[in-house]
């Protein structure tokens, strides 16, 4: 089953599948979107996310956006998948009417894996039903009410991940500038690489960031950089036919081997050695 709305004027897009492996390509849009993939089989479903397998247990939910790559070749089970795009929603706009979105979308932290628990299951399923109802409406307003659907999607699991995640011990408006500090990092980390930098731009202290980090997880301000400079090195090596000298200067550095000396501290492995190892693993 394969559901789609598309707005040629805007290029405003979005998709629902039940197996996003067979209909991944078939959308009018295939790049630039943001994904809920949720895992409705009884079995554990397995994919790929950049170049680690990621495993969904049944009647989990995972967000994804277009800085990561999927791979699906390893998946056995059908995959459900909601797909949209900023020009049918996006998401920074409506920060003020879906708070804490930054738990799900745009953070450089860990992918956020959701439990849709036993008691909520049927008010998932019955959502999941009301969309299919809904694109197989087409009228004026169908566009309207699919917005309102995906924003109360947002909002059943943003409720869900604000329990399971480790943000309890934070309000919404502390979690609104990790959600910011994160988003402007994905932005500005080939050329900003200071803490400072970030909380210049969020009105913020370093040591205020840094203070509100501690208490969001393990993870400093510098560490999130760092490790976001090194996932996009990874990424390039793993995903373009560019030499590690091209890959130095994409991302910053004026030195090649002050990159490799980087990657190996960030990696344990030099740019040329991660490559090796990437074609072994084939």
């Known amino acids: 089953m394969r559901h789609t709305f598309y707005d040629k004027k805007l290029g405003a897009l979005l998709g629902l599948s039940d197996d996003i492996k067979r209909d991944g390509n078939r959308f009018p849009i295939t ?23 990621l495993q969904l247990l049944s009647n989990q939910i995972v967000t994804v956006t277009y800085l990561q790559n999927l791979s ?41 894996i ?3 628990p036993k008691e909520l299951q049927k008010r998932f399923d019955l959502l999941y039903e009301v969309f299919g109802e809904e694109f197989s409406t087409p009228d004026n307003i169908q566009g309207d009410m699919l917005q309102m659907l995906l924003k109360r999607l947002i909002i059943m699991t943003t409720r ?31 050329t900003k690489r200071k803490v400072s930098d970030y909380a210049e731009m969020l009105f913020k202290s370093p040591k205020t960031l840094s203070n509100l980090f501690s208490m969001y997880n393990q993870k400093t301000p510098q560490q999130i950089i760092l490790e976001r400079l090194a996932l996009e090195a990874k990424r390039l090596i793993h995903f373009t036919d560019r030499q590690n000298q091209e890959i130095a200067y994409e991302l910053g550095f ?7 000396r980087f990657f190996k501290k960030m990696t344990k492995k030099t740019p040329s050695e991660y490559r090796e190892s990437l074609l072994l693993s084939v």
Do not use: M
């Not at 994904?35 to 479903?45: C, G, T």
């Not at 920060?95 to 992918?111: A, K, M, P, R």
């Not at 004026?254 to 490799?260: E, L, V």
């Open 114 to 116: 959701i439990s849709i």
């Open 254 to 260: 004026n030195d090649p081997a002050h990159f490799s």
């Open 160 to 190: 869900l991940a604000k329990d399971q995640l480790v943000v309890k011990a934070l309000n919404n408006e502390q979690i609104e500038v990790i959600r910011k500090f994160n988003f402007l990092v994905d932005i500005h980390f080939k």
């Open 72 to 112: 699906f070749a390893k998946s056995q089970l059908p995959i459900t998948a909601f797909v949209f795009n900023r020009e049918f929603y996006c998401i920074a706009d409506h920060d003020s009417e879906v708070s804490c979105n930054g738990i799900l979308f745009f953070g450089t932290q860990d992918l956020p």
């Open 31 to 53: 790049s630039n979107t943001i994904q809920f993939l949720w895992n409705r089989n009884s079995e554990p479903v397995n994919f790929e996310v950049d170049t680690s397998e």
